[in-house]
């Protein structure tokens, strides 16, 4: 079947950085994202993935390694806005996006 | 500005009543448009993929009679919830499909949708 692991949970505290791991099974693959998501709002895209490798996009970086069916997300220089949920999702043969449970991240001052 | 636009975003109702949620795409057209729904501290799941000028195609498990999809336009889709019941209360989110290659999704702001 095809899986997405990821924390459920993680703490952090303002100005650190944080790494969020995703694991995926999926039947193909065709890249993966990360979302982000506040409490009561629709997901925003972050980073899309297809090649391994690290994607740097600001405060925030993206890894992926195809061979072991493994991304993180990165954040650096942690802000109290960045307290949200983080969506991992795989994308498999058919182009279908399968998701994960999601990271809750909070960040303490 | 916003790519995808969904209406309306709180709605409460009574029991037995049916609601409709409006998702447009606001600057290109959408042949296929996205039906999520989300409980509180869980992932997306998909429900139904809304196809322009055919019918929706809806995942196992979710009852088309029950969720009624009309993709009547090539920029607006709607989920009708009949007979809405207490359990159908949740988040619900339309997302439309950017058209790159990256497949990247364009989401709705989500409608919260409580029935009493």
């Known amino acids: 079947g095809q899986n997405i692991d990821q924390p459920t949970e993680m703490t952090a505290t303002e100005g650190a950085i944080v790494q969020i791991n995703c694991t995926y099974q999926?039947?193909?693959?065709?890249?993966l994202f990360w979302y982000q998501q506040h409490a009561g709002e629709a997901p925003t895209f972050l980073s899309y993935?297809?090649l391994d490798g690290l994607e740097e996009k600001g405060r925030f970086s993206s890894f992926l390694s195809r061979s072991k069916g493994y991304s993180y997300l990165l954040l650096k220089e942690l802000q109290m806005k960045d307290s949200a949920s983080y969506l991992c999702?795989?994308?498999?043969?058919?182009?279908?996006?399968?998701w994960g449970a999601g990271t809750k991240l909070i960040i303490k001052p | 500005g916003a790519v995808v636009s969904q209406h309306p975003s709180w709605v409460i109702c009574k029991s037995g009543t049916s609601v409709k949620i409006e998702c447009r795409s606001l600057?290109?057209?959408?042949?296929?448009m996205f039906w999520y729904r989300q409980f509180p501290k869980q992932s997306l799941m998909l429900m139904a993929t809304?196809?322009?000028?055919?019918?929706?195609?809806?995942e196992q498990g979710v009852e088309k009679d029950k969720f009624l999809i009309n993709h009547a336009s090539l920029t607006l889709s709607t989920l009708t919830v009949t007979s809405a019941h207490p359990e159908d209360s949740s988040f619900y989110i339309c997302?439309?499909?950017?058209?790159?290659?990256?497949?990247?999704?364009?989401f709705g702001e989500g409608s919260r949708l409580t029935v009493l």
């Open positions: 809304s196809n322009e000028g055919s019918k929706a195609t809806y």
């Open positions: 993935n297809v």
């Open positions: 999926t039947s193909g693959f065709n890249g």
């Open positions: 997302s439309v499909p950017s058209g790159g290659d990256s497949g990247e999704l364009f």
């Open positions: 999702a795989a994308v498999d043969s058919n182009y279908q996006l399968i």
């Open positions: 600057d290109f057209q959408a042949t296929t």
